[in-house]
């Protein structure tokens, strides 16, 4: 099945600077990258994701980049606001009708350092 | 108007107790999911349910039942509680289209084995 390592664990970061965190995912046939926020004592949302004809997107201050070839993804934020602190999930998802999920990665505790 | 709602939100039990979890999802969905996230956040599948029929058991001890009663609900039974079974638990919802959008999460139900 597919396997998703995401680093680094924890990354914490002064406020207005950027952060980057990474994703690898094992199965090539996976086709459509999620990232998610969790806010302490929330869900998980949606925040950007990617398919993986499309090798980067982005969202005012969020990004994502994808590199098919050597099956990594990447979010990353800019000018980082205190806003920003959460937990921060990659997920991998492949096209299998009938037996479609989503597997996460181990997700990131992001600070920002006011 | 809530997407997907769970509840209870918190469940503090004894070990040893039965204890169910309710999911209900107003997307018209076709498949609904049951995670959960341990005390380090990791989100890890444990069911799918497609129509009411079961897709997916992720290696789950057969002390917890997930029940389908229409393609709207996902109950969770969890019998014989132990404490290794306090975490977060999130019940998911996605169309099932081949595409991966449309991911959403409830808001969680916090379990307490003491």
């Known amino acids: 099945g597919e396997n998703v390592e995401q680093h680094p664990s924890t990354l914490s970061v002064q406020e207005g600077d950027s952060a980057v965190i990474k994703c690898t995912y094992s199965?090539?046939?996976?086709?459509?990258f999620p990232w998610y926020k969790q806010e302490l004592g929330k869900r998980p949302q949606l925040i950007i994701d990617?398919?993986?004809?499309?090798g980067e997107k982005k969202d005012q201050r969020i990004a994502v980049t994808l590199n098919k070839t050597a099956k990594h993804f990447s979010l990353h934020i800019t000018e980082t606001q205190p806003e920003d602190s959460a937990v921060y999930f990659c997920?991998?998802?492949?096209?299998?009708?009938?037996?479609?999920?989503?597997?996460f990665g181990t997700g990131t505790r992001l600070t920002i350092i006011p | 108007d809530t997407a997907v709602s769970q509840t209870p939100k918190y469940l503090v039990t004894q070990m040893g107790n039965d204890k169910s979890i309710k999911c209900e999802q107003n997307?018209?969905?076709?498949?609904m999911y049951w995670y959960k996230q341990d005390s380090k956040k990791f989100l890890k599948i444990m069911f799918s349910?497609?129509?009411?029929?079961?897709?997916i058991n992720e290696t789950v001890p057969n002390r917890f039942s997930p029940k389908s009663p229409d393609k709207a609900h996902l109950n969770l039974h969890i019998n014989s509680l132990e404490l290794g079974d306090s975490a977060v638990y999130f019940c998911?919802?996605?169309?099932?289209?081949?595409?991966?959008?449309?991911?959403?999460f409830g808001s969680g139900t916090r379990l307490t084995v003491v």
């Open positions: 349910y497609n129509n009411k029929e079961l897709i």
């Open positions: 997307l018209g969905h076709d498949t």
């Open positions: 990617i398919r993986s004809n499309v």
């Open positions: 199965d090539s046939a996976s086709n459509y």
């Open positions: 998911a919802s996605s169309q099932e289209d081949g595409s991966g959008y449309g991911y959403t």
């Open positions: 997920a991998a998802f492949k096209s299998n009708f009938g037996n479609e999920k989503l597997t």
